[in-house]
């Protein structure tokens, strides 16, 4: 019979030999901001801060078992997941549950999902698969029949409409796209395109879309409309000063200012309660992340695991850097959650998922013998 400290030792070690200890700290101090920063903004109803809390041990345990998979079984799941995603977004066009005005959801009886987190996951998956089958011979082709592949979910997105997740959905796919080597010459002639079919694309947004953007470069111009979030966020981020009001202490966020604020607008809550020092330790924090993410990457042994690893350590890049753009009145309100922080299941669970495939490519890398 095997010996109980031998039982103990082999336990211990099934549960975090998997487990990269650096990523594992800062999505602990993450959470840490999150849980602090939910239960002030949720201070008279803490409802959401014990659910939140349950949010990350279920996306934990999603993170853990995602590491125990080698990244060879990962590439098994990448047209499943693609081809699965896509039919959910395309029942979600034709039968989903619309909320003010966005048809984003599929009911599924007890419950609601959003396909469209489903495709930030999805989609650098199946193009890493993609360019890595074809890694020896990658010609224009395969780039253009990658561009094809990325078009149908972030036009299926964009329709719902969803513009903030579209746009996730389709950073994450370029991502995988740019680093695969598109050429450079390529990249400037989409960005010419691009902006020269602007007007065209001005007229395909929406309303709300049209005025967020207007509003971005003169908030005042609809202070109790279009404009309130971003002008209630400024104020809320510059009362902080250098050192914040203190924990519990924010009167924008407790006086009800604040919109959204235990979601998209979180970092309003935070930056006012702990300031630019606090700011700062936030930025590290998520600098810290990008690089080892990025440090994971260049350390893959195959072009799959370097292309996914690439395009979700970008990802979780994005997603910093478009939730504080917006919050901080420098890119328009689009709807995206501050990572690993802001107050949601589904969102939660795809980062996390993106934390567990982070850490399976650097626990399962196979060791080179000099």
């Known amino acids: ?17 998997h487990i990269d200890v650096p990523l594992m700290i800062v999505a602990v101090v993450l959470m840490g901001i999150g849980l602090a920063s939910v239960y002030s903004a949720t201070y008279d109803s803490n409802n959401r801060f014990f659910a939140q809390a349950m949010n990350m041990g279920v996306a934990l345990a999603v993170m853990w078992s995602v590491a125990q998979i080698p990244p060879q079984k990962l590439m098994r799941f990448a047209i499943p997941l693609y081809i699965a995603g896509v039919i959910l977004l395309i029942l979600v066009m034709l039968f989903g549950v619309t909320v003010n005005g966005s048809r984003r959801w599929l009911s599924v ?38 561009a094809v592949l990325l078009a149908v979910p972030f036009l299926l997105i964009a329709k719902q409409p969803d513009l903030g997740t579209a746009l996730l959905v389709g950073a994450s796919g370029f991502y995988v796209i740019f680093l695969a080597g598109l050429p450079w010459k390529i990249m400037f002639g989409l960005i010419a395109i691009g902006s020269a079919a602007a007007p065209f694309a001005w007229t395909l947004l929406h309303d709300y879309q049209r005025r967020r953007i207007l509003t971005l470069f003169d908030p005042t111009s609809d202070p109790l409309g279009a404009g309130y979030h971003i002008i209630q966020s400024t104020i809320a981020i510059g009362s902080g000063g250098p050192f914040g009001k203190g924990w519990l202490s924010g009167t924008q966020t407790h006086l009800e200012f604040i919109p959204e604020k235990h979601t998209d607008f979180i970092f309003a809550v ?59 009145g420098i890119l328009p309100v689009v709807g995206v959650p501050l990572p690993f922080v802001s107050y949601g299941g589904t969102a939660l669970l795809t980062l996390f998922v993106g934390m567990g495939i982070l850490m399976s490519i650097q626990t399962h890398r196979m060791l080179v013998k000099k």
């Open 1 to 17: 019979m095997m010996p109980f400290a031998q039982l103990r030792h082999r336990l211990w070690h099934g549960l975090v030999d």
């Open 270 to 328: 935070f930056s006012e309660e702990w300031g630019l020092a606090g700011n700062l330790f936030l930025l590290f924090t998520y600098l810290f992340l990008v690089g080892r993410g990025l440090m994971i990457a260049a350390n893959a042994p195959t072009l799959f695991s370097r292309l996914l690893a690439g395009a979700i350590t970008l990802i979780f890049f994005t997603y910093a850097f478009v939730n504080m753009g917006m919050v901080s």
């Open 109 to 146: 009886g007890f419950t609601r999902i959003q396909p469209s987190e489903l495709m930030k996951i999805a989609m650098p998956l199946l193009l890493a698969w993609y360019f890595h089958k074809y890694e020896t011979m990658i010609r224009m082709r395969h780039f253009a029949l990658a």
